[in-house]
Nanobody, 126 residues
Framework: QVQLVESGGGSVQPGGSLRLSCAAS??????????IGWFRQAPGKEREAVSC????????YYGDSVQGRFTISRDNAKNTVYLQMKALKPEDTALYYC?????????????????WGQGTQVTVSA
């Protein structure tokens, strides 16, 4: 069974940066066998796909609202996926989750992911 733990959230001013981490573990777990997605959810809003890195060839996908500002990466030796966030805006404020799916390709649909972490809060305000 896969377990995910997010960390790295916090409060920053607009224009600031944060790096989120998603540490994965589990019996026999190998990170490069899983596609990993980052999602976020603000109060009163639906869960939104932010970024994804697939397990087949490490192709990366980004939501339109974060394209050019966020970068996803993985360190298979550490079983950790990162989300580097730059030029943060107040509208980036949300609870950020990472999630896994065993298939090889990314999806923007939360329902297609099997395991979720507990989330880490990101707050961007002046």
């Amino acid at each position: 069974q896969v377990q995910l733990v997010e960390s790295g959230g916090g409060s920053v001013q607009p224009g600031g940066s944060l790096r989120l981490s998603c540490a994965a573990s589990g019996s026999g777990f190998t990170l490069n066998s899983y596609t990993i997605g980052w999602f976020r959810q603000a109060p009163g809003k639906e869960r939104e796909a932010v970024s994804c890195i697939n397990s087949s060839d490490d192709t990366r996908y980004y939501g339109d609202s974060v394209q050019g500002r966020f970068t996803i990466s993985r360190d298979n030796a550490k079983n950790t996926v990162y989300l580097q966030m730059k030029a943060l805006k107040p509208e980036d404020t949300a609870l950020y989750y990472c999630a896994t799916r065993i298939t090889r390709f990314c999806s923007s649909r939360p329902a297609y992911y099997d395991t979720w972490g507990q989330g880490t809060q990101v707050t961007v305000s002046a």
